[in-house]
């Protein structure tokens, strides 16, 4: 019997979830890493200390966190923020004015907002285009593109993004490829090896899973972005708390668990929605029926929890979310109870009205975030309230 080495037992997902980038406690030898809830570390002299100085700079709950986030994306360097759209605020800050950018339409309304309402006022330049189609982001990009970004699955409307193909481009065109990889996760997608440069989660959502915290991480194994993605956190300045940082690293723990029922659910109430007469449409890439379910099969090792579906009138839609009982209407994804959204007034009221008829959201657009409640239950509880609808 061959003795098998520390790096063979923390190689799989489910147990450097558990173990990875944490040490355990000097002081006591506590499993869990402590929150270190101070502001500042004494000094033994003048240009002597023990790596820490200010902890807007370095904390040491926050850095088992993105060691953690980091060794699961395959990266080697994570920073964590006081949000998602703070990580993307950094993603940005990379660029300059007269920039340009190649984004896809449908990502999350706040990903939107950011770029047009505050860069392009920095000079930037943004182009919107149906990622699914690699022609048209490759179409897009001109000789001042320094960033190609992508959010696969995106949110609502579940289209995927061709990492690899994006990634070819991008790095023809000798811009940056940055997927937000948050409705995926690590446990089913891991763009870096698939060609990005960078990686940005939503913490808040799946990688916490139980909606008492708000977070963002950008994971990258380039190191010249890491060495510029640092300065950036650090001067800027948008970093969590110790607190949201536990929290967060107590919450993966049980990624791969929640991920596996939330994929098995997922599944199981998509399929069963196709065949719903109060259903129009049922978006998810699981689903064969789905235009890019070959792809989502390539890149994807699970589809998630994440499910949208088409009632075909917002007056439909309205009577639907209000009379749920187990889903509960409410912002955000990913926690391990079932919540329900209406993007079009929610997530993404701040997209053009214009901009969301055109990929499709329409009013009448109804988002499923389904937890890891009994199934039946969930089930249960969507047909009664479509009969209500």
């Not at 993105?66 to 993307?88: I, Q, T, Y």
């Not at 970093?239 to 967060?248: E, H, K, R, S």
């Amino acid at each position: 019997m061959t003795r098998t080495s520390d790096q063979d037992l923390t190689r799989r997902l489910g147990t450097r979830a558990v173990h990875a980038g944490q040490i355990p406690d000097p002081l006591a030898g506590a499993v869990m890493t402590p929150i270190y809830q101070t502001s500042t570390y004494i000094q033994e002299g003048l240009g002597r200390h023990k790596g820490f100085e200010y902890a807007r700079t370095r904390n040491p709950t926050r850095e088992a966190l993105e060691r953690n986030v980091a060794a699961l994306e395959g990266g080697r360097h994570g920073f964590a923020f006081g949000s998602g759209l703070a990580a993307l605020d950094a993603v940005m800050k990379l660029l300059s004015a007269g920039d340009h950018v190649v984004s896809g339409e449908n990502v999350y309304g706040g990903t939107h907002r950011q770029m047009t309402h505050v860069w392009t006022r920095m000079g930037m330049t943004f182009s919107f285009v149906d990622a699914a189609e690699t022609s048209k982001i490759a179409a897009a990009v001109t000789p001042l593109t320094k960033l190609i970004y992508a959010e696969t699955p995106t949110n609502p409307m579940m289209r995927l993004c061709d990492l690899q193909a994006a990634g070819e481009i991008a790095k023809r065109a000798g811009a940056l490829f940055v997927v937000d990889n948050t409705f995926a996760t690590p446990c089913f997608q891991r763009p870096l090896e698939l060609g990005a440069d960078l990686v940005l989660h939503s913490t808040t959502k799946y990688l916490n899973g139980h909606s008492d915290m708000v977070g963002g991480l950008l994971v990258t194994d380039r190191d010249d972005l890491a060495e510029r993605l640092g300065f950036l956190q650090n001067s800027s300045g948008a970093v969590p708390g110790p607190f949201d940082c536990w929290l967060a690293l107590r919450g993966v723990k049980t990624l791969a668990l929640r991920m596996r029922q939330h994929d098995a659910s997922g599944r199981r109430i998509a399929e069963w929605l196709t065949h719903h007469p109060k259903v129009q449409t049922v978006y998810y890439p699981g689903l064969p029926s789905h235009p890019q379910h070959d792809l989502a099969c390539r890149q994807m090792s699970g589809f998630g929890g994440m499910i949208s579906i088409e009632l075909g009138s917002v007056e439909r839609a309205k009577r639907f979310v209000e009379r749920t009982r187990i889903f509960a209407l409410a912002e955000s994804l990913g926690g391990v109870e079932s919540l329900v959204g209406h993007p079009a007034s929610m997530t993404h009221a701040s997209v053009p009205p214009e901009m969301r008829a055109a990929m499709g959201l329409t009013d009448s657009l109804v988002r499923l975030s389904v937890g890891i409640e009994d199934v039946e239950d969930l089930m249960a509880d969507i047909d009664q309230a479509l009969a209500e609808a």
